[in-house]
């Protein structure tokens, strides 16, 4: 993280309250908005270090909470974490035997960006077709998703791909992004199966 961020208000306001990044107040707004998230739900987080989307969900289920990444996730008290790269079978696959059943998957994944704005463009919609595919995967019917992307050209497509698989689609640009960013987040509720 660039000097130019790390003093920023969000940022500060993160580490003041115990998180690890600045971005746990996008899913405390996602969840305000639109409750993906029920007191029961098994949770998988993709793309989850260093950690503080699972310091949010452990708030906001009694339920068991995975979060996946290629970097290791430092420690957190009653968070299971796999390291690895959510987009092999064999990773879905141990995911799924350790949770059995799965309500809610999240997805705050990004790929290291190069800097040309359309390749990195086109990189984040495939891994985000990945995260879809992963959800659809484990989702049991009913559950919910959520997915950051950026908007551009391809956006649309993982658009409307994330419809034929949820009954209910919304998009939201969350307070807590950099502004200038094109970053969006996708919501999924109510999975077809
Ligand atoms: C913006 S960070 C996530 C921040 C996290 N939501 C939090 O609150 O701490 C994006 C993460 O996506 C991870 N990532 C990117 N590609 C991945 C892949 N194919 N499999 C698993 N994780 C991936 C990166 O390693 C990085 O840690």
Request: with cysteine; charged share 25%.
């Amino acid at each position: 993280m660039g000097s130019q961020w790390s003093r920023d208000k969000v940022y500060l306001r993160a580490k003041h309250e115990g998180f690890r990044s600045r971005a746990s107040f996008k899913l405390i707004e996602i969840q305000d908005k639109f409750a993906i998230i029920r007191r029961d739900d098994n949770i998988i987080d993709l793309g989850a270090a260093p950690g503080s989307w699972l310091q949010v969900l452990r708030t906001l289920t009694d339920g068991r909470v995975l979060g996946i990444d290629l970097n290791p996730i430092a420690t957190l008290e009653g968070i299971d974490t796999i390291e690895g790269d959510l987009t092999e079978p064999v990773i879905q696959q141990k995911a799924l035997e350790m949770l059995g059943s799965v309500s809610v998957v999240v997805c705050d994944a990004a790929p290291k960006l190069s800097g040309h704005k359309s390749y990195d463009q086109a990189r984040a919609i495939a891994l985000g077709e990945e995260a879809l595919a992963f959800a659809c995967n484990v989702l049991k019917p009913g559950g919910n998703f959520v997915i950051k992307s950026f908007q551009g050209v391809d956006f649309p497509e993982l658009l409307g791909q994330t419809r034929e698989h949820f009954y209910v689609v919304k998009t939201y640009s969350a307070k807590a992004t950099r502004k200038g960013s094109t970053e969006i987040y996708v919501i999924g509720k109510n999975f077809k199966g």
